[in-house]
C-alpha cells in the first residue's frame, strides 16, 4: 500500500502581522505549508481544526496570553506536537522555563539558517514518533 505525503503544516504564531508574514513566506519557499496565526486565540482554532506537524510560536502574544499559554493548550489538544517558542527576550527564567517543559527556543531576531534547521529537526523528531506507533507522517525537507 502506497504512503499518502503532504507537505509538513506548520503553525506560525505571532501578533505582529508583517513577521507572520515573512515567517509564512520562508516556509512556504522552503516546502512547508503554514497556517498562520495572529492570536492565541487563532492558534487554539488551528489546534483544535487542523492536522498540524510542528508549532511555532512568539512567547509574546496578548495581554494574558503567552506562548507558553499555546504550547501547553497544543500539548493538552496534540499531545505529540512538536512546538518551537520564539522570542525577543532572552532571560535566564524564561530558558530554564523553556528547558524544564521540553521545548526548543529560538531567540529573536531569528537566523534563518538556525530557524530552518530546528523546524526541519523538529519534524524530523515528530515523524520518528508517529512512525514509531505505525501511522503517516509528513514528508520533510
Same mark, same amino acid.
Given at each position: @500500500? ?22 509564512? @513566506?520562508?516556509?512556504? =519557499? ?69 528547558? =524544564? ?41
Amino acid at each position: @500500500m502506497e504512503q499518502a505525503t503532504r507537505k509538513p503544516r506548520i503553525l506560525v504564531v505571532d501578533d505582529e502581522p508583517s513577521v507572520l508574514a515573512t515567517y509564512r @513566506m520562508i516556509l512556504l =519557499q522552503k516546502g512547508y505549508e503554514p497556517v498562520a496565526a495572529v492570536s492565541s486565540g487563532e492558534a487554539r482554532a488551528a489546534i483544535d481544526n487542523e492536522q498540524l506537524d510542528l508549532l511555532l510560536c512568539d512567547l509574546s502574544l496578548e495581554e494574558k496570553n503567552t506562548g507558553f499559554d499555546v504550547i501547553e493548550y497544543a500539548r493538552h489538544a496534540q499531545p505529540r506536537l512538536p512546538s518551537v517558542l520564539l522570542t525577543g527576550y532572552a532571560t535566564k527564567d524564561i530558558a530554564e522555563r523553556a528547558a =524544564q517543559n521540553g521545548i526548543v527556543v529560538l531567540f529573536k531576531p531569528i537566523d534563518i539558517e538556525e530557524f530552518l534547521g530546528t523546524i526541519a529537526a523538529q519534524l524530523r523528531s515528530g515523524n520518528e514518533q508517529e512512525e514509531n506507533r505505525g501511522g503517516k507522517s509528513a514528508v520533510v525537507n
